[in-house]
């Protein structure tokens, strides 16, 4: 079968460093997605992985393994305005985005 | 462009009624995707569509559910006989599934409330 596991909630401090780890199992794998949702509102795009390794981008930067099914996205220099849902989403054999229920990140001052 | 749009944003209606959802994707997207979200769960695929031709439809999802693409561009979400259960938010994304590297683009969502 396929299946996402992500931490449900994660709490940090403002300006301190986050990773939030998720682990995948997919009928095959074309990629993962990294998605933020705040509340009430559609995911946005936040990175792509295709390759092994890490992809900086700004304060954000995610990781693959595709050999151990492992994906890591590391939030740098906390914001109040980084409170939200963090979704992996892996792309299975049929570019099929799968969805976890995502990991809540609460940031306090 | 404008990005996803979707609407109406909130839909609030009475158990029995049918509601219609409309979606316009990015003019360039190909593909249409409809998802059902509810608090604290990812999106929950429902059905996608490749142009005009619907390519896959949830076996979770029961047949009061129906959707549409006629031309390739916009898409129509219809649930009919509306039960207290079908209230969430109903997402639609588009993509150019040219690479596949299969970036979505979510509109903003319609909120269903069923009493």
């Known amino acids: 079968g396929q299946n996402i596991d992500q931490p449900t909630e994660m709490t940090a401090t403002e300006g301190a460093i986050v990773q939030i780890n998720c682990t995948y199992q997919?009928?095959?794998?074309?990629?993962l997605f990294w998605y933020q949702q705040h509340a009430g509102e559609a995911p946005t795009f936040l990175s792509y992985?295709?390759l092994d390794g890490l992809e900086e981008k700004g304060r954000f930067s995610s990781f693959l393994s595709r050999s151990k099914g492992y994906s890591y996205l590391l939030l740098k220099e906390l914001q109040m305005k980084d409170s939200a849902s963090y979704l992996c989403?892996?792309?299975?054999?049929?570019?099929?985005?799968?969805w976890g229920a995502g990991t809540k990140l609460i940031i306090k001052p | 462009d404008t990005g996803v749009s979707q609407d109406p944003r909130h839909k609030i209606t009475k158990r029995g009624q049918n509601v219609t959802f409309r979606c316009d994707p990015i003019?360039?997207?190909?593909?249409l995707y409809w998802y059902r979200q509810t608090l604290g769960q990812g999106p929950e695929f429902l059905t996608y569509?490749?142009?005009?031709?619907?390519?896959?439809k949830s076996r979770l999802l029961s047949d009061r559910f129906s959707a549409e693409r006629p031309k390739g561009s916009f898409s129509t979400l219809e649930i009919q006989r509306t039960e207290q259960g079908d209230s969430a938010m109903y997402l639609c994304?588009?993509?150019?599934?040219?690479?596949?590297?299969?970036?979505?683009?979510f509109g903003s969502g319609t909120q269903l409330s069923v009493l």
């Open positions: 994304a588009s993509s150019h599934a040219v690479t596949g590297r299969e970036k979505l683009f």
């Open positions: 003019s360039e997207h190909n593909r």
């Open positions: 569509f490749q142009n005009e031709a619907q390519l896959e």
């Open positions: 997919t009928s095959g794998f074309n990629g």
């Open positions: 992985n295709v």
């Open positions: 989403a892996p792309l299975d054999s049929n570019y099929q985005l799968i």
